[in-house]
């Protein structure tokens, strides 16, 4: 009885070697996410780089990132070959649990199994401070403390951010975005620093300041981009890192702007401190500074229009600003600005106690009132054209899912959704509907089983409710494990 329970384990064990064995050895495109990790937190309204590497032999044509099984952004691969690492920004604008897939599909068309990572979304939190309780220090002599002196830095602090109304599509508004901001640090702005625009969570312009933007200084930066309604408006200051601050919590921005919204601040306002001491002069600097010029141009503009502040060389002084709005500057200089009414500028340069100030004034007018005269416009009778189907196609190694994908058609009316459908053959040449859908983006995930032979075709309809012809089938196959 014995012998047979030894020889009975022997067979057990052999066995399971042999199905370790046998068990093949993933083939195909294959993609891992490195960042965030599963189960991690983020917190909304800031910008998430979704970081992964991806592998395929014959090489990595395109990396697709979905956010809750719906295609959210595409991206070449970071360096040929057949492993590369890809990165995508994702901006979370409301807080909830997401699933990220990244998928990786080859220069063949094939696509990996979706790598997947759940992420919990948080609200906005103020941290809370740590308080600890100090331990009792036996009574020693101990050598005085060096005191170390703060280490002086600029700090770029965003305001508020609204909506400039610079004009009208028949009744509806057209802004553009308005960002101001401060130095509240200790020292100029050293570098030129670059501003972002993100809008609805993808990076649309930058802006580059010069340097030279003094202590206490204000100034605002309106991006040329027109919008209308409600899209979510991000701001980064210094976007690019080039200025080392005392406090880099303050440069970002994200909330949504209604156009012709008022400014709300996104930080909370403060007004500083003064002692009413009377400065001494510097060295080199004595007596009544002197300013070469001071202009506009135009002086007279209509409400949303720029002009140009411009002004010569200040000497003998030892600082020089301009308000309201723009704060310290470096002579001679220019700079663009947007006054919404007729505003008069001052250019004031000081010499400790000694001050001399020139000013310019920039009248504004209100935009012409606009007549909207209805236009009717022509019904869009022609339907769109079939879609170009991308990829899966051929033999896949054996998995769960695949992801269908197909090049956008254009219309004149734009396109309202794509329709998807997907056959499996069963004997012969006949095929079993395996499902379909209706989708806005040029990309659907479907189940799939081994061993199965399947094909699939899309159809596109404009806005208008034209129906265009099916595609072609495309045909690809799913092998055994």
Request: aromatic fraction near 8%; proline fraction near 10%.
């Amino acid at each position: 009885m014995i012998v047979r329970r030894i020889a009975w384990m022997f067979i057990t064990l052999l066995c399971a070697a042999a199905v370790i064995a046998c068990e093949p050895e993933p083939t195909g495109p294959r993609a891992w996410i490195d960042f965030p990790r599963d189960g991690a937190s983020v917190p909304a309204g800031a910008p998430v780089t979704v970081l992964s590497h991806v592998f395929a032999p014959e090489g990595i044509a395109e990396v697709l990132l979905s956010v809750n099984g719906v295609a959210y952004r595409r991206s070449p691969p970071s360096a040929t070959g057949d492993f590369a690492k890809a990165s995508h920004e994702w901006l979370p604008e409301r807080e909830g649990d997401f699933v990220l897939q990244v998928t990786a599909f080859s220069t063949k068309g094939e696509a990996s199994a979706p790598a997947r990572a759940r992420v919990k979304v948080l609200g906005k939190t103020t941290p809370t401070p740590l308080r600890v309780t100090p331990l009792p220090v036996p009574a020693t002599t101990v050598a005085p403390a060096t005191t170390v002196a703060p280490v002086a830095r600029a700090d770029l602090a965003i305001i508020s951010v609204d909506a400039v109304v610079v004009g009208y599509k028949g009744d509806t508004a057209l802004c553009r975005p308005r960002v101001v901001y401060r130095n509240a640090g200790t020292i100029p702005v050293p570098n030129d620093y670059v501003i972002q625009l993100i809008v609805n969570g993808t990076p649309q312009m930058t802006m580059t300041r010069g340097a030279g933007f003094g202590v206490g200084g204000t100034s605002e930066a309106i991006f040329d981009y027109l919008f209308e309604g409600a899209p979510y408006i991000g701001i980064t200051l210094d976007s690019t890192s080039a200025v080392t601050e005392s406090d880099e919590t303050n440069n970002a921005f994200a909330e949504i702007r209604r156009c012709g919204d008022p400014a709300t601040p996104a930080t909370p306002t403060f007004t500083p401190t003064r002692t009413p001491t009377i400065p001494l002069p510097p060295p080199g600097c004595v007596g009544t500074p002197n300013i070469a010029s001071f202009s506009a141009s135009p002086t007279a503009i209509q409400q949303g229009q720029s002009a140009t502040l411009s002004w010569g060389a200040v000497t003998n002084a030892d600082s020089v600003s301009i308000e309201p709005g723009i704060g310290g500057v470096a002579a001679p200089g220019s700079r663009a600005v947007v006054p919404m009414q007729t505003t008069t500028y001052t250019l004031t340069a000081r010499c400790g106690a000694a001050t001399l100030a020139r000013q310019v004034t920039i009248v504004v007018t209100p935009p012409p009132t606009r007549t909207f005269t209805p236009t009717t416009k022509p019904q869009d009778t022609q339907a769109p054209p079939a879609p170009q189907l991308v990829s899966p196609s051929g033999t896949l190694s054996c998995r769960t899912s695949v992801t269908l994908d197909w090049n956008a058609v254009s219309d004149a009316s734009g396109i309202k959704t794509y329709y998807v459908k997907l056959e499996r053959q069963t004997t012969g040449n006949n095929w079993q509907s395996a499902g379909g859908w209706t989708t806005s983006s040029t990309a659907q995930s479907v189940s799939v089983q081994c061993g199965g032979i399947y094909r699939w075709q899309a159809r596109a309809e404009d806005n208008a409710g034209n129906q265009g012809p099916w595609s072609g089938f495309m045909n690809f196959g799913i092998n055994l494990p």
